[in-house]
């Protein structure tokens, strides 16, 4: 029997799929716990000591929920409380010269391998104590890349061709002149992350004839982007930086992307240059780039992750000139399940044909 767990509601052709790829598959879904943690309690309510039951016999785990971590730190003190018993209990059988327990796992531990997220990012996951525990954990990433390139393409779009200070003058009846009306075409991009998104996105604005250019951690050449820099080589990104017309953030927040986007990486930009974060908010000084917003010292912005979420209604950002709020929904795709079932199954073939865990595998040194 293979126990999966989920806290993602599946449509009945997608447990299809799996029943099909996994005959002895046991699907228990214990309602929508999401992707972020801060959405998770939810499911919990009313239902008690079954959960826990539930995710302590699950050998995979779909999406997440901060009741895993619990059930997980549980088993893992009884463990070490059981290995502790064995050991006084085998220090007396020496004592007594007969055999003891030393070692021995009870059935309390978890069975738990493998966790499938219904996300890209994983900094909401306790990536330690996953790690410590040998559970492997595969993402979403792709799933969702094409919603999020889109999205900020229309973003650049929209920019080029004046569309926020036209809506303004709609709503205002208003027929104006407006100077400024540009192209995509010529203009540079600087995308942070050469992953799905980055990838995604490059491809759509090399069409337009855009310059694209790539950051990754190492400055590896990554197709299709035309030339690539490392995130590490401060003088090549603060050019980078300064000759892009957009720059576009789609990193995995780590402990080496944490506010990478600071007030002096900000500086850098041009003031006719526009910022986009689509990857994670923590990755930017959310404060220093809504000063430069103010001051005048870009032209606009586009936010659809925030240090915190949701964005409280007292934040400065609502009323920020030129900066663009979306709410986290930049991912949103009517075929993301979908996506993200093939991934797991792919991974599951994989797996039954003795090759592993291939795609989207998070590294944990790395931290995504
Ligand atoms: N706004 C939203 O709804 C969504 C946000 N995201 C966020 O976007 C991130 C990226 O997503 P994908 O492109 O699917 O991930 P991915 O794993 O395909 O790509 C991540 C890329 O980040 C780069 N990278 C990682 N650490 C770096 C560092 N320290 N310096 C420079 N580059 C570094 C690497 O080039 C890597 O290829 C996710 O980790 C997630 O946090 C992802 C999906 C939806
Ligand atoms: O994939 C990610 O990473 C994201 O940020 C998703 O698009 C949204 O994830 P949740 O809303 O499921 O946390």
Not at 285 to 308: K, M, N, P, S, Y
Request: a neutral charge; aromatic letters at 8%; charged letters at 20%.
């Amino acid at each position: 029997m293979t126990t999966i767990v989920s806290f993602v509601s599946l449509k009945p052709a997608l447990l299809q799929d799996l029943r099909r790829a996994i005959p002895d598959l046991d699907f228990r879904y214990l309602g929508d716990g999401g992707g972020r943690k801060d959405r998770r309690e939810n499911h919990k309510e009313g239902r008690g000591e079954s959960q826990e039951e539930a995710v302590s016999q699950a050998d995979i785990i779909f999406g997440w929920s901060p009741l895993v971590e619990r059930v997980l730190r549980q088993g893992r003190t009884d463990e070490q409380g059981k290995a502790a018993q064995g050991k006084a209990r085998q220090g007396k059988a020496d004592e007594q010269g007969t055999a003891g327990e030393q070692g021995k796992v009870g059935p309390g531990n978890p069975p738990l391998k493998w966790i499938q997220t219904w996300s890209a990012g994983v900094d909401y996951l306790p990536l330690d104590l996953l790690k410590e525990l040998d559970i492997v954990v595969t993402t979403s990433s792709g799933a969702n890349a094409p919603s999020i390139a889109q999205q900020t393409l229309a973003c650049l779009l929209s920019w080029t061709r004046c569309l926020p200070q036209l809506a303004q003058a709609q709503a205002r009846k208003e027929w104006i002149t407006l100077h400024g009306y540009g192209e995509a075409t010529g203009k540079t991009l600087l995308i942070l992350g050469t992953g799905h998104i980055g990838r995604t996105l490059a491809s759509y604005c090399l069409a337009l004839g855009m310059r694209v250019v790539g950051a990754n951690w190492s400055g590896h050449p990554q197709p299709p982007f035309e030339r690539t820099i490392s995130i590490q080589d401060a003088d090549s990104l603060q050019a980078a930086v300064a000759s892009a017309d957009f720059v576009v953030n789609a990193l995995p927040l780590t402990q080496e992307t944490y506010h990478l986007a600071d007030e002096g990486f900000l500086g850098w930009m041009k003031a006719s240059a526009y910022y986009v974060n689509v990857g994670r908010g923590k990755t930017t000084d959310t404060e220093a780039l809504r000063l430069a917003l103010e001051e005048g010292r870009l032209a606009g912005a586009a936010l659809d992750v925030f240090e915190e979420e949701p964005l409280p209604a007292v934040s400065p950002l609502w009323g920020t000139r030129n900066l663009i709020i979306t709410p986290h929904t930049a991912g949103l795709a009517e075929d993301y399940n979908r996506r993200t079932v093939a991934i797991f199954l792919e991974n599951w073939a994989s797996l039954q044909a003795g090759h592993g865990l291939r795609r989207n595998l998070v590294d944990f040194r790395r931290q995504y």
